[in-house]
């Protein structure tokens, strides 16, 4: 079935693009096991495209799209591509071992971006997105287009560019709202007349791409599929350029909640919600406000007396949505120190990790730790630790060991021992302003990396004194950014794991940056909006 016969008349595609728009957030740099992590959620999620990536941009991109083509299986895999042969080239390169491939290549349209950004005129973005669709089109059936910037452009001139780019076989039509500008009402106005301008759109899925700089992207996604779209573009807890993109739970979740009344209905599998937003929070190093709508800790709970008594007497008082359609009860998984490795594999394949083997014993062992530690052992504890077993494969170097004195007379010191990617022990101390302090700056020295701090949180898994930690850290290095998040009982050994981890994903930037140069743009215009 094509993608333009699975949008149905109530059928909405869910296209996400965490890992790519949501990836272009400040700080976040996930690596290729980070991102297939989340593919394979997105992919128990039921979304129905998930976009990969872009993979000009760098060989970390590529090979990040590569490998979700080659093993996430079900939706259909995009990768985004500017109007020139050779993003479209490196772009189908990414996708051509998906099952099902999809390019998606964009150009603005708005006068602002073709005078100041492009440097060109109408004329040429009209021949550039002829000739890129038909590129894009030589190689796969699913191709998408998008007139950038298109809700700040002429309207007669995106239909223009939009009806070419349908003659050339695009399959779907995506309008961004690129900088957040438009209101509901406007743009489910723009798309209807952009039906009457350009004929062809009935032909093919009509998609939504909108910013949240006002607050407005879900609202303006909504009032889209008013106007006839059939496609959301939107990233798991609303993450992406500047404020964001519209955020995939709002979104997903007002179409089921509400399905009486607006009729139309995605695929996606709701209980898995927010297991997916968890994951994404803690490898993205975001965190999710507590009153976010849906997945913040607040979405479901009631502070006020009032409104504990009337939904202790009837739920429906104060709920619209019941907890456990986005999947909040998935803490009733409990393991303690007597639990076996059956019931380990069991408890986590419940929560869609299975493992056997080596894995299996890796995880047991980090579980045995963690239960000596902590009466109880809850679902939320072992998607942490699980998260966190995983980027231990990735890091380039790792923390070995560390000690610190620390007084409340004299400054903290700090000695840690750090293995470099060549399996060497590299020792740094340092004499800090607090024990996290002297604990970073002795990584520096062991590292001999200058690495600046940026961002440091601390946050508890569960509640309770025997909590585990969630430490994230973002750290700046020789230009590049790097994120690092881990978890431990230990804050102090956790901020240290973080911090190694950061600066690792900073270190592997440095080597990725010069490569991206080499693409036939500027880097800074290499991250679309
Ligand atoms: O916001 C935007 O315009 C984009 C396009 C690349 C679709 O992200
Ligand atoms: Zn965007």
Request: proline fraction near 3%.
């Given at each position: 079935m094509t993608q333009s016969e699975e949008a149905t008349d109530n059928r909405v595609l869910i296209f996400d693009t965490t890992l790519r728009d949501g990836e272009q957030s400040p700080g976040i740099s996930l690596n290729t096991q980070e991102k297939l992590e989340i593919a394979q959620q997105l992919a128990r999620l039921g979304v129905d495209v998930i976009e990969a990536g872009f993979p000009i941009t760098s060989p970390g991109d590529f090979e990040a799209v590569q490998a979700i083509s080659r093993t996430v299986h079900g939706p259909v895999i995009a990768a985004l591509a500017r109007c020139h042969a050779a993003d479209i080239d490196a772009a189908f390169n990414a996708v051509r071992d998906a099952d099902r491939p999809?390019?998606?290549?964009?150009?603005?349209?708005?006068?602002?971006?073709?005078?100041?950004?492009?440097?060109?005129?109408?004329?040429?973005?009209?021949?550039?997105?002829?000739?890129?669709?038909?590129?894009?089109?030589?190689?796969?059936?699913?191709?998408?287009?998008?007139?950038?910037?298109?809700?700040?452009?002429?309207?007669?001139?995106?239909?223009?560019?939009?009806?070419?780019?349908?003659?050339?076989?695009?399959?779907?039509?995506?309008?961004?709202?690129?900088?957040?500008?438009?209101?509901?009402?406007?743009?489910?106005?723009?798309?209807?007349?952009?039906?009457?301008?350009?004929?062809?759109?009935?032909?093919?899925?009509?998609?939504?791409?909108?910013?949240?700089?006002?607050?407005?992207?879900?609202?303006?996604?909504?009032?889209?599929?008013r106007a006839g779209a059939r496609q959301v573009e939107c990233a798991v807890n609303g993450i992406g350029e500047r404020a964001g993109n519209a955020s995939l739970e709002e979104i997903v979740m007002l179409l089921h909640t509400r399905a009486a009344d607006i009729g139309l209905r995605t695929g996606a599998v709701t209980r898995e919600i927010a297991r997916t937003s968890r994951m994404v929070s803690r490898l993205t190093g975001y965190a999710v406000q507590p009153n976010k709508a849906i997945v913040g800790r607040n979405a479901f709970a009631h502070e006020s007396g009032i409104h504990q008594d009337g939904v202790l007497k009837e739920r429906t008082t104060y709920e619209i949505m019941d907890a456990t359609t986005v999947g909040l009860e998935a803490n009733s998984i409990v393991l303690g120190k007597h639990s076996g490795r059956h019931a380990l594999a069991q408890a986590l394949s419940q929560l869609g990790f299975e493992l056997e083997g080596q894995p299996l014993n890796a995880a047991f062992k980090r579980f045995k730790e963690l239960a000596d530690r902590k009466k109880q052992v809850t679902a939320m504890d072992l998607e942490a630790l699980m998260t966190d077993e995983m980027r231990q494969e990735v890091a380039g170097y790792t923390l070995s060991w560390f000690d610190v004195e620390a007084s409340s007379r004299r400054p903290p010191h700090a000695t840690v021992a750090v293995?470099?990617?060549?399996?060497?022990?590299?020792?740094?101390?340092?004499?800090?302003?607090?024990?996290?302090?002297?604990?970073?700056?002795?990584?520096?020295?062991?590292?001999?990396?200058?690495?600046?701090?940026?961002?440091?949180?601390?946050?508890?898994?569960?509640?309770?004194?025997?909590?585990l930690g969630e430490t994230s850290v973002v750290l700046e290095a020789a230009g590049a950014t790097g994120a690092g998040q881990a978890v431990s009982t230990d804050i102090l050994e956790a901020a240290a794991r973080a911090y190694v981890r950061a600066l690792s994903n900073a270190v592997r930037r440095q080597g990725a940056l010069p490569e991206a140069a080499d693409a036939t743009a500027p880097a800074e215009i290499l991250r679309a909006p």
């Amino acid at each position: 079935m094509t993608q333009s016969e699975e949008a149905t008349d109530n059928r909405v595609l869910i296209f996400d693009t965490t890992l790519r728009d949501g990836e272009q957030s400040p700080g976040i740099s996930l690596n290729t096991q980070e991102k297939l992590e989340i593919a394979q959620q997105l992919a128990r999620l039921g979304v129905d495209v998930i976009e990969a990536g872009f993979p000009i941009t760098s060989p970390g991109d590529f090979e990040a799209v590569q490998a979700i083509s080659r093993t996430v299986h079900g939706p259909v895999i995009a990768a985004l591509a500017r109007c020139h042969a050779a993003d479209i080239d490196a772009a189908f390169n990414a996708v051509r071992d998906a099952d099902r491939p999809r390019i998606h290549t964009f150009i603005s349209t708005s006068d602002i971006h073709i005078r100041h950004q492009l440097q060109s005129t109408r004329e040429d973005v009209k021949g550039q997105a002829r000739a890129a669709v038909a590129h894009a089109k030589s190689y796969v059936d699913d191709v998408e287009f998008s007139p950038m910037d298109a809700t700040r452009a002429d309207l007669e001139f995106t239909a223009e560019v939009c009806q070419i780019a349908i003659d050339e076989g695009a399959t779907t039509i995506n309008i961004p709202d690129t900088v957040g500008y438009t209101m509901p009402h406007e743009y489910e106005a723009m798309l209807r007349r952009l039906y009457e301008l350009a004929p062809g759109l009935r032909g093919v899925v009509l998609s939504v791409h909108c910013h949240d700089d006002l607050g407005l992207a879900v609202a303006n996604s909504f009032a889209g599929l008013r106007a006839g779209a059939r496609q959301v573009e939107c990233a798991v807890n609303g993450i992406g350029e500047r404020a964001g993109n519209a955020s995939l739970e709002e979104i997903v979740m007002l179409l089921h909640t509400r399905a009486a009344d607006i009729g139309l209905r995605t695929g996606a599998v709701t209980r898995e919600i927010a297991r997916t937003s968890r994951m994404v929070s803690r490898l993205t190093g975001y965190a999710v406000q507590p009153n976010k709508a849906i997945v913040g800790r607040n979405a479901f709970a009631h502070e006020s007396g009032i409104h504990q008594d009337g939904v202790l007497k009837e739920r429906t008082t104060y709920e619209i949505m019941d907890a456990t359609t986005v999947g909040l009860e998935a803490n009733s998984i409990v393991l303690g120190k007597h639990s076996g490795r059956h019931a380990l594999a069991q408890a986590l394949s419940q929560l869609g990790f299975e493992l056997e083997g080596q894995p299996l014993n890796a995880a047991f062992k980090r579980f045995k730790e963690l239960a000596d530690r902590k009466k109880q052992v809850t679902a939320m504890d072992l998607e942490a630790l699980m998260t966190d077993e995983m980027r231990q494969e990735v890091a380039g170097y790792t923390l070995s060991w560390f000690d610190v004195e620390a007084s409340s007379r004299r400054p903290p010191h700090a000695t840690v021992a750090v293995h470099g990617p060549d399996g060497d022990e590299l020792v740094g101390s340092f004499t800090g302003d607090g024990p996290v302090d002297a604990i970073f700056h002795a990584i520096n020295a062991a590292t001999n990396v200058e690495a600046r701090l940026r961002e440091f949180r601390v946050d508890a898994v569960t509640g309770g004194q025997d909590a585990l930690g969630e430490t994230s850290v973002v750290l700046e290095a020789a230009g590049a950014t790097g994120a690092g998040q881990a978890v431990s009982t230990d804050i102090l050994e956790a901020a240290a794991r973080a911090y190694v981890r950061a600066l690792s994903n900073a270190v592997r930037r440095q080597g990725a940056l010069p490569e991206a140069a080499d693409a036939t743009a500027p880097a800074e215009i290499l991250r679309a909006p």
